[in-house]
């Protein structure tokens, strides 16, 4: 029910804007999460955004450099990603959650909803 899209290659210091989108239900209710996991190593937090869009968060290596937003009129989230680096090639996952922030929420764990992933390749 959720779909992620919008990757590709591109080089070091360009931008992608990564979607998240909806099917089948809304999920205006539901606070948004963006993981990614490179190659070899575990999948790791990247950012947050809570339903209503008023609360966003980021993981260190990314903050300044991405942006987390959502439109729920579209049922969509996005994940603008700007000065990329080669360290940020990874499969970026997005997933849903209904509950209320937990520490655990940081590692994927209690997801409601993920999305099937999309590859994002940096060139040096």
């Known amino acids: 029910q959720l779909q992620a899209s919008g990757g590709g290659l591109v080089q070091a210091g360009g931008s992608l804007r990564l979607s998240c989108s909806a099917s089948g239900r809304t999920f205006s209710n539901y606070a948004t999460y963006w993981f990614r996991q490179a190659p070899g190593k575990e999948r790791e937090f990247v950012a947050r955004i809570s339903w209503s869009g008023s609360s966003t968060s980021y993981a260190d290596s990314v903050k300044g450099r991405f942006t987390i937003s959502r439109d729920n009129a579209k049922n969509t989230v996005y994940l603008q990603l700007s000065s990329l680096k080669p360290e940020d090639t990874a499969v970026y996952y997005c997933?849903?959650?209904?509950?209320?922030?937990?520490?655990?929420?940081?590692?994927?764990?209690?997801?409601?909803?993920w999305g099937k992933g999309t590859l994002v390749t940096v060139s040096s």
């Open positions: 997933a849903a959650d209904e509950g209320a922030l937990r520490a655990s929420s940081y590692y994927g764990r209690g997801m409601d909803y």
